[in-house]
């Protein structure tokens, strides 16, 4: 599964797990959402993944 993949012109990351169905997915979409990322999905093979993205609008220096 490629660690990256771009929807829509804009690059997202796989967070790395692979979920048995839609539901399970789905819950962990939601709180990626709820976090304030943008979340893809996909299946392939059965399994479903989930890819994520979030634009930094805010830089703290110390």
Request: net charge negative; glycine share 10%; aromatic share 12%.
């Amino acid at each position: 599964m490629p660690k990256a993949r771009l929807f829509d012109g804009k690059k997202f990351m796989w967070d790395g797990l692979e979920y048995d169905d839609e539901e399970k997915a789905g819950s962990v979409e939601k709180g990626y959402a709820e976090k304030g990322f943008e979340v893809r999905t996909c299946s392939e093979e059965g399994k479903v993944f989930i890819y994520t993205r979030r634009v930094v609008t805010e830089v703290v220096v110390e």
